[in-house]
């Protein structure tokens, strides 16, 4: 069960992939739109640059204006267990037929449900458009568990085989007409019980409201202490993209209504006091240099130099797009002491910052969140919300390299580079990988990550003990048949993992930030060898 959870959790990070590059394209677009960064002339409606700048932040909000239907699209990237593209325009059709279900049963029995689809589309209505559908707004919820529902339906009927005279109807098409009809009573369930979890989201949502600093604290140390689970996604998800917090996810709210804080003199924390939900990032800038010096200034000064090569890069993706894992799981393997540690620190710092007055869309890292969606458009009327954003989270810098220092050297800790411990975040052909970057062909690294993915099959116990394959921003996702044929967890850290988290046959590789490639790389292989072993059995029976 807890497998399928994280595989779920896993397939939700595919979509949101896409949701940092549109927020910097919004916020870029907003604050080129800003008569106070660009002037009244600049920014006047019927000035050109005004006019193209417009047209390009229209194109930016194409992925928060669609996330139902991008969630319901993508998640089948990460769930489906073949035919992956197939699963995605099973589902897109799935969700769209649910979704005019709901309209035809609103606009016709819409007073035996207690709903009004004939109403106008407002924030308040509880209705939204897909698509050009008018519907019942379920947000994210709604698209995941379609999605979840037709993305099973496709892993069991994909390849079903029907009848000779009923052979056009097999793939694809038996999984849309499979769906069609669970669409039916999925749409009226959902007229009937989604207006109560409409009334349940708005009392989550004031209790949230008036819990305050509590409440901040609770939700970025779950955020962090269940990272290793893969479970934190369904903490940030509903927050961020979903409606826990604020109607339409704070990551879209914050980002409609951004000119507007920008513009106005009254305090971001009595404007938008629900950003207090999105601080969790803090940790990521403020919080990885302060383990990096401390995992530093504990090894062997003989150490010291290369350790500093492996850390720089792990800390800059931590600080500048929010990917904290490489890092992290450096130590959390050492001790999970030092991890539980780190959720403490940076709930108390989110904490401390949002009682400062500190609120905003901070979940990712420089590049992508705090500088284009935070500090420079809102630096003008809130700078001292900044400022003191920045004065909390360098004095917490500090305060992570020593705690981490003493308890490196109380517990004796064998981080990397101390005594006799492995200088190590990366393995032999990921260095060598690195050091021929500039002069190394597309087909060489291509080599190179191909020979490390076959090894982790090998590793795996082949491709045949793998009965499911998935990834997240880091991690590959394997639920195998048989445990006992998977090698080792040095094994794995030999050939470039950062480490192995095992729960029961559900197993997770911590690869690093290429690990789609190295999955597809695995699936090809896998590929190949059923396509062989299949032709070996053909020849044989010929």
């Given at each position: 069960?807890?497998?399928?959870?994280?595989?779920?959790?896993?397939?939700?990070?595919?979509?949101?992939?896409?949701?940092?590059?549109?927020?910097?394209?919004?916020?870029?677009?907003?604050?080129?739109?800003?008569?106070?960064?660009?002037?009244?002339?600049?920014?006047?409606?019927?000035?050109?640059?005004?006019?193209?700048?417009?047209?390009?932040?229209?194109?930016?909000?194409?992925?928060?204006?669609?996330?139902?239907?991008?969630?319901?699209?993508?998640?089948?990237?990460?769930?489906?267990?073949?035919?992956?593209?197939?699963?995605?325009?099973?589902?897109?059709?799935?969700?769209?037929?649910?979704?005019?279900?709901?309209?035809?049963?609103?606009?016709?029995?819409?007073?035996?449900?207690?709903?009004?689809?004939?109403?106008?589309?407002?924030?308040?209505?509880?209705?939204?458009?897909?698509?050009?559908?008018?519907?019942?707004?379920?947000?994210?919820?709604?698209?995941?568990?379609?999605?979840?529902?037709?993305?099973?339906?496709?892993?069991?009927?994909?390849?079903?085989?029907?009848?000779?005279?009923?052979?056009?109807?097999?793939?694809?098409?038996?999984?849309?007409?499979?769906?069609?009809?669970?669409?039916?009573?999925?749409?009226?369930?959902?007229?009937?019980?989604?207006?109560?979890?409409?009334?349940?989201?708005?009392?989550?949502?004031?209790?949230?409201?008036?819990?305050?600093?509590?409440?901040?604290?609770?939700?970025?140390?779950?955020?962090?202490?269940?990272?290793?689970?893969?479970?934190?996604?369904?903490?940030?998800?509903?927050?961020?993209?979903?409606?826990?917090?604020?109607?339409?996810?704070?990551?879209?709210?914050?980002?409609?209504?951004?000119?507007?804080?920008?513009?106005?003199?009254?305090?971001?924390?009595?404007?938008?006091?629900?950003?207090?939900?999105?601080?969790?990032?803090?940790?990521?800038?403020?919080?990885?240099?302060?383990?990096?010096?401390?995992?530093?200034?504990?090894?062997?000064?003989?150490?010291?130099?290369?350790?500093?090569?492996?850390?720089?890069?792990?800390?800059?993706?931590?600080?500048?797009?929010?990917?904290?894992?490489?890092?992290?799981?450096?130590?959390?393997?050492?001790?999970?002491?030092?991890?539980?540690?780190?959720?403490?620190?940076?709930?108390?710092?989110?904490?401390?910052?949002?009682?400062?007055?500190?609120?905003?869309?901070?979940?990712?890292?420089?590049?992508?969140?705090?500088?284009?969606?935070?500090?420079?458009?809102?630096?003008?009327?809130?700078?001292?919300?900044?400022?003191?954003?920045?004065?909390?989270?360098?004095?917490?810098?500090?305060?992570?390299?020593?705690?981490f220092r003493a308890l490196i050297l109380r517990f004796n800790l064998k981080t990397p580079g101390r005594e006799d411990s492995e200088v190590k975040l990366y393995s032999k052909a990921d260095y060598k990988a690195a050091r021929q970057q500039t002069t190394a062909s597309t087909d060489s690294r291509h080599d190179v990550r191909q020979g490390q993915a076959a090894r982790f099959l090998q590793a795996l116990g082949g491709g045949s003990n793998i009965i499911e394959l998935n990834n997240c921003a880091t991690r590959l996702r394997i639920t195998l048949a048989n445990l006992a044929l998977m090698q080792s967890d040095q094994t794995f850290k030999d050939i470039g993992a950062h480490g192995v988290v095992r729960h029961g046959n559900a197993i997770q590789v911590i690869v690093g930030l290429d690990v789609p490639l190295v999955r597809e790389q695995i699936e090809n292989l896998m590929k190949e060898t059923a396509s062989a072993n299949q032709s070996s059995i053909t020849e044989a029976v010929?």
């Amino acid at each position: 069960m807890l497998s399928q959870i994280q595989r779920f959790g896993g397939a939700m990070f595919t979509p949101v992939l896409l949701f940092p590059f549109a927020g910097i394209v919004v916020g870029i677009a907003i604050m080129l739109r800003n008569p106070m960064f660009v002037g009244e002339a600049l920014s006047a409606p019927d000035n050109l640059f005004a006019q193209i700048v417009y047209i390009i932040e229209e194109g930016g909000w194409t992925v928060f204006r669609n996330m139902p239907l991008i969630f319901a699209v993508g998640l089948p990237i990460g769930l489906a267990r073949q035919a992956q593209g197939r699963a995605c325009l099973a589902v897109l059709v799935s969700f769209l037929t649910w979704n005019y279900f709901i309209n035809a049963m609103g606009m016709t029995w819409g007073d035996f449900f207690g709903v009004n689809l004939n109403a106008e589309v407002t924030p308040d209505s509880g209705l939204t458009t897909i698509a050009g559908i008018k519907t019942l707004d379920t947000s994210i919820i709604g698209a995941i568990v379609i999605s979840g529902l037709v993305t099973a339906i496709h892993n069991r009927y994909f390849d079903k085989q029907l009848p000779v005279f009923l052979g056009i109807f097999q793939g694809s098409s038996f999984v849309v007409i499979v769906s069609f009809l669970v669409m039916i009573p999925c749409a009226w369930l959902t007229l009937l019980g989604w207006p109560k979890v409409q009334a349940g989201i708005e009392s989550l949502q004031a209790f949230l409201r008036v819990s305050g600093a509590l409440g901040v604290w609770v939700y970025t140390f779950l955020e962090r202490i269940l990272i290793p689970t893969g479970l934190h996604h369904f903490v940030y998800g509903p927050f961020i993209f979903g409606p826990a917090a604020v109607e339409g996810g704070i990551q879209v709210y914050w980002a409609q209504h951004m000119l507007e804080f920008s513009q106005s003199a009254e305090p971001l924390k009595a404007l938008f006091p629900e950003g207090g939900f999105a601080l969790h990032g803090n940790a990521k800038v403020f919080g990885a240099p302060g383990i990096a010096l401390a995992l530093y200034y504990t090894t062997s000064p003989e150490n010291r130099l290369k350790v500093a090569g492996l850390l720089i890069p792990a800390t800059l993706t931590a600080m500048l797009v929010g990917i904290t894992e490489p890092l992290e799981f450096t130590f959390l393997f050492i001790s999970p002491l030092l991890f539980a540690v780190h959720a403490l620190l940076s709930a108390t710092m989110a904490t401390i910052m949002y009682m400062a007055g500190v609120v905003g869309n901070m979940g990712g890292g420089l590049l992508d969140g705090f500088l284009p969606q935070n500090w420079i458009p809102m630096f003008h009327n809130h700078a001292g919300m900044v400022f003191t954003q920045i004065a909390i989270g360098v004095a917490f810098t500090g305060i992570y390299f020593v705690v981490f220092r003493a308890l490196i050297l109380r517990f004796n800790l064998k981080t990397p580079g101390r005594e006799d411990s492995e200088v190590k975040l990366y393995s032999k052909a990921d260095y060598k990988a690195a050091r021929q970057q500039t002069t190394a062909s597309t087909d060489s690294r291509h080599d190179v990550r191909q020979g490390q993915a076959a090894r982790f099959l090998q590793a795996l116990g082949g491709g045949s003990n793998i009965i499911e394959l998935n990834n997240c921003a880091t991690r590959l996702r394997i639920t195998l048949a048989n445990l006992a044929l998977m090698q080792s967890d040095q094994t794995f850290k030999d050939i470039g993992a950062h480490g192995v988290v095992r729960h029961g046959n559900a197993i997770q590789v911590i690869v690093g930030l290429d690990v789609p490639l190295v999955r597809e790389q695995i699936e090809n292989l896998m590929k190949e060898t059923a396509s062989a072993n299949q032709s070996s059995i053909t020849e044989a029976v010929s």
